[in-house]
């Protein structure tokens, strides 16, 4: 345990004593160095607005610009343009500084901007895959968190797989119609007598205890595919 | 300014036992070689990084691939990316698999780019550093073969640890201040984490709608933005643990609160509770693995002895 009052000094066994001598020459690179690098990362990452007018328009944007535009006693127009011109201005002075060495650092796919359930969706959804015969109603072939419909699982609930059917806050993923493209090959492939294969997502959105559930049911980002199968004589 | 400069010189030139960071190259290294094995009995490697005309997800593949990529496939990258953790895992030439992992996971990166998460891009970042750090000087195959046990007590450059310990908190207050979403904050009625444990696509248990809980998830949703908000504190809560002199009402108003334990006990607990109730992967796993770098070496085998060098190849202090 730690004493509060006058802790011994965490040092490293061999840190230098007042006497120390001077760093080399190698050290103040190597120091120039990586305070350029961490530098760079940190103009990267930096916080600052990314808007331009196509996302501020997005429902989910534009609900969290109303409510901030009321809180600050302005038009959602008005806060829209603003965070718009301090997105570009920032973008430009960013691209300045750290825009030629994060060419590099993009290549390998770094990024300094951590958003970590930054939205935390009020609207979530519920994946389902679903096939069907001709004249028949659809049956379930998987279904998120269904322990009876777990058709390919081991696949599709792989966390990079996941992140391509997981939608965003407004609209699917740009893989998602390949995703679909590739569910109704599988599926089609495992299941003879399918024809037609579905994808789609119900709103399940989080209520709070006591508010009552929506009666409707409502879907989003539903996709059909038709089995290609060689006609049979 | 020159003062100063010279002291960041000396800090990134100072050397330290190299428990810590071997730790944090095996937990790394564990974490993706884990990911991997998921990714190879799952069979998935085709589909992930494939061309569509093969039956895979990734257009890029086809199109313009990247060149390691191209090279080797899709099973040919799942390989290097193995290949990568397994070397940190053991310790084996640790800087080359530090290299091969983030290149690999680099075109992975590229090849489907929303099935790459933040915990990935985390992990390149510290391979990067690891390319460049002495981490398998203990606690690896590299010194067993070299002096013929595992554990060595070297001395080596501190940089690397204190590099991931930065990063490690820039991820955490970075990931404070892009939380936009009302429901982290009071006037969003601190629903976020209540929210999330309602997401089918990412809750692992199920919570119903019980009063309770709900107020429980309000308060930790308090107290993960604040976890994260606080991180920059920690840095100044590290500086007092190595300067303990001098310092003011504000540093010693820190050791009193034990800051830096409650921050990485509540971290660690974050963590454990993102394992046991979200369906998130690696996450909380890799990020865990990352905290030996918050803890100096001499204090990390202070709490855990089998990790530092046997007593008797102690180089004797100087």
């Known amino acids: ?233 | 300014m020159k003062r100063r400069w010279l002291a960041l010189v000396r800090l990134l030139d100072e050397r330290e036992a190299a428990t810590s960071l071997a730790c944090v190259r095996l937990l790394v290294g564990a974490c993706v070689v884990v990911d991997g094995l998921h990714i190879l009995l799952r069979g998935v490697a085709p589909v992930l990084w494939g061309s569509p005309e093969d039956g895979g997800l990734s257009p890029l593949m086809a199109d313009d691939p990247p060149w390691l990529a191209a090279a080797v496939g899709p099973e040919g990258i799942l390989a290097l990316y193995l290949l990568g953790g397994a070397s940190l895992f053991l310790g084996l030439v640790p800087r080359a698999g530090a290299l091969v992992l983030l290149l690999a996971s680099a075109d992975i990166s590229r090849l489907l780019a929303h099935g790459d998460r933040g915990i990935d891009v985390m992990i390149r970042l510290i391979a990067l550093i690891l390319v460049f750090s002495r981490s398998g000087a203990t606690l690896s195959l590299d010194a067993k073969l070299r002096t013929g046990r595992f554990r060595r007590a070297t001395l080596i450059p501190a940089w690397p640890r204190l590099l991931i310990l930065l990063q490690l908190l820039w991820c955490y207050f970075s990931a404070g201040h892009n939380k936009s979403g009302d429901s982290w904050y009071p006037w969003g009625r601190l629903e976020a984490v209540w929210n999330v444990l309602h997401d089918p696509h990412f809750s692992a248990i199920d919570v119903g709608q019980s009063v309770v809980v709900y107020h429980l998830s309000q308060l930790l949703t308090l107290g993960t933005v604040l976890f994260e908000w606080t991180a920059p504190l920690m840095l100044v809560a590290l500086y007092d643990a190595r300067n303990p002199e001098g310092a003011g009402r504000f540093r010693r108003a820190l050791r009193r609160l034990r800051f830096r334990w409650v921050w990485m006990a509540t971290g660690m607990t974050f963590h454990l509770g993102l394992a046991a109730t979200l369906w998130i992967g690696i996450f909380p796993y890799a990020m865990l693995a990352l905290y030996p770098s918050l803890v100096p070496p001499e204090r990390l085998e202070a709490w855990f002895p089998w990790l530092g060098a046997p007593r008797a190849t102690r180089a004797a202090p100087a």
């Open chain 1, 1 to 233: 345990m730690e004493p509060s009052a006058e802790p011994p000094a965490e040092t490293a066994p061999t840190t230098p004593a007042p006497a120390a001598p001077a760093p080399s020459r190698w050290a103040h690179l190597r120091a120039g160095t990586i305070a350029l690098v961490v530098f760079v990362h940190f103009c990267q990452g930096a916080p600052r607005p990314r808007v331009n007018a196509a996302s501020a328009a997005k429902p989910a944007a534009a609900e969290q610009i109303h409510a901030w535009a009321g809180r600050l006693g302005m038009t959602p127009e008005e806060l829209t343009e603003r965070l718009i011109m301090i997105s570009d201005e920032g973008d430009r002075v960013r691209q300045a500084i750290a825009g030629p060495p994060w060419k590099i650092f993009g290549r390998l796919g770094f990024e300094q901007r951590w958003a970590l359930f930054s939205g935390s969706r009020k609207r979530a959804w519920r994946m389902s895959i679903a096939w069907r015969a001709p004249g028949r109603p659809w049956t379930f072939a998987y279904r998120v968190r269904d322990p009876e419909h777990r058709w390919n699982a081991r696949q599709l609930d792989y966390r990079r797989i996941r992140g391509v059917w997981n939608p965003g806050p407004d609209e699917p993923r740009p893989g998602y119609g390949l995703f679909v493209d590739w569910v109704a090959r599988t599926l089609c492939a495992d299941v003879p007598e399918a024809r037609e294969v579905r994808v789609r997502h119900t709103r399940v959105d989080p209520r709070p205890p006591g508010e009552p559930a929506s009666a409707q049911p409502e879907y989003g980002f539903v996709e059909y595919r038709r089995c290609a199968r060689e006609a049979t004589p």
